[in-house]
């Protein structure tokens, strides 16, 4: 059933694994946070196992990115569930920072309008279902707190109560100055037994104001909205007056065969797509999924893009255990750890969702609590190295998918010496 596999070795140094037997990976977003989470980006705090459901979005549709532009009356939402049987309170608070998410140590007067302080009560509590949870939605900025300056952003979710931090999510705020146009250019066999890659192109109008782009701009590539494994590049070029023209290193390109695996839970039963077995009788229901076979016969998508997945906000909406099936054989996944994660676990690399192979059906098994809705997921390869690891995303396609990119055009300010968000982009 299996083909002989290979690593991606022009993209990512795995010297580790010779064989031809492991698995084919594909890489593109390995950095140093990619063992926490492919979303998680420096200073920000993965949430509890308590709090599902995870959703920040532009308002109109949950499929916006979180990015809004300044001064435009725009707003994020913030939605998740808490499973627990009593109403909570939470506290919410802003921080400013750089393109690498370190802080900016500015005064907050300086960002914000307002009381750095908004507080979530009233969660809407589930019907009849258990696990029992409240659901809780809020939108920001509003009359109580804006922003007055735009660049990298966290919104840091505490307990009321106890003052403990809970979560925190980032988000953008962009000024959308100049005019920018990005493209990709698809590089296939760029090396020995290498998958194709995408390399990234963007030509940035910058505003008269800025004298000298090649100093106080930055710029920033994400892939398929992953803000924890975004890109920067030095690579630029400023021989036409009034433009810069930026790009990805062929060596630091993203790979082209990122795939996502579809799963539809808005209907919890049988059927002849995803679902195994439904058990109803048990609390929480539970679902065992198909088996995922990685041979290269899947139909990879790029559908819904999101990270946070879309799950159901009815009231009488279901949390179920859910069993993941990844039909491999032990020496086909040598030496390493595997994992599952989408949008459902926020893209989390974690304890809860390694898998354990079971010799007696020859698959590797775990079971994640998620709610009914539309998600995405992949299976993810650690390899154990002594004290170097890295996480690898296992790719079922050995072709080029589309895949969304981000663009983001930073500057310095020269006066007050923090960067501001002059545009992004999409494409």
């Not at 058990?279 to 999924?289: A, F, K, S, V």
Request: aromatic share 14%.
């Amino acid at each position: 059933m299996y083909k002989s596999l290979f690593f991606a070795v022009g993209f990512l140094a795995m010297a580790c694994f010779g064989s031809s037997e492991i698995l084919e990976t594909g890489s593109g977003l390995v950095n140093k946070n990619i063992s926490q989470g492919l979303l998680l980006v420096n200073n920000q705090l993965s949430p509890p196992q308590s709090i599902q459901s995870l959703q920040l979005y532009r308002a109109s549709n949950e499929s916006n990115p979180p990015i809004i532009n300044l001064n435009k009356n725009e707003t994020l939402v913030l939605e998740f569930d808490e499973l627990t049987s009593l109403p909570g309170q939470f506290r919410l608070k802003f921080e400013h920072y750089n393109q690498h998410w370190e802080p900016s140590n500015i005064p907050e007067v300086w960002f914000i309008d307002g009381i750095n302080e908004l507080v979530i009560t009233g969660g809407e509590r589930n019907a009849f279902s258990k696990p029992g949870y409240f659901h809780y939605k809020y939108e920001f900025p509003n009359r109580e707190l804006s922003f007055i300056t735009s660049g990298n952003y966290m919104v840091h979710v505490y307990d009321y109560v106890s003052n403990t931090k809970l979560f925190s999510l980032p988000f953008f705020v962009t000024e959308q100055q100049g005019k920018l146009i990005s493209s990709v250019e698809t590089v296939f066999n760029s090396g020995s037994n290498s998958p194709a890659v995408d390399q990234l192109f963007s030509v940035y109008e910058y505003p008269k104001n800025i004298k000298f782009p090649q100093f106080d701009l930055g710029f920033e590539f994400v892939q398929n909205r992953f803000w924890g494994s975004s890109r920067s590049t030095e690579t630029f070029d400023i021989t036409t007056p009034g433009k810069i023209r930026f790009y990805t290193p062929r060596k630091s390109s993203f790979a082209a065969s990122f795939d996502f695996i579809p799963l539809d839970l808005t209907e919890l039963n049988i059927n002849l797509t995803k679902i195994e077995d439904w058990q109803p009788e048990y609390t929480p229901p539970r679902i065992i999924l198909k088996p995922d076979l990685l041979n290269f016969s899947a139909k990879p998508t790029q559908r819904n893009a999101f990270n946070f997945g879309q799950p159901e906000k009815e009231r009488d909406s279901r949390y179920t255990e859910v069993t993941f099936r990844l039909n491999a054989k032990p020496n086909n996944i040598r030496n390493s750890e595997v994992f599952v994660a989408g949008d459902f676990n926020s893209w989390l690399l974690s304890r809860g969702s390694r898998l354990a192979y079971d010799p007696k059906t020859e698959e590797w098994i775990t079971s994640l609590l998620l709610k009914e809705g539309v998600y995405r997921y992949k299976y993810f390869l650690k390899p154990e190295l002594g004290n170097k690891s890295e996480i690898v995303p296992v790719n079922d396609s050995i072709s080029s998918v589309k895949q969304q990119y981000t663009v983001f055009v930073y500057y310095t300010d020269p006066v007050k010496n923090y960067q501001r968000l002059l545009i992004s982009g999409s494409f």
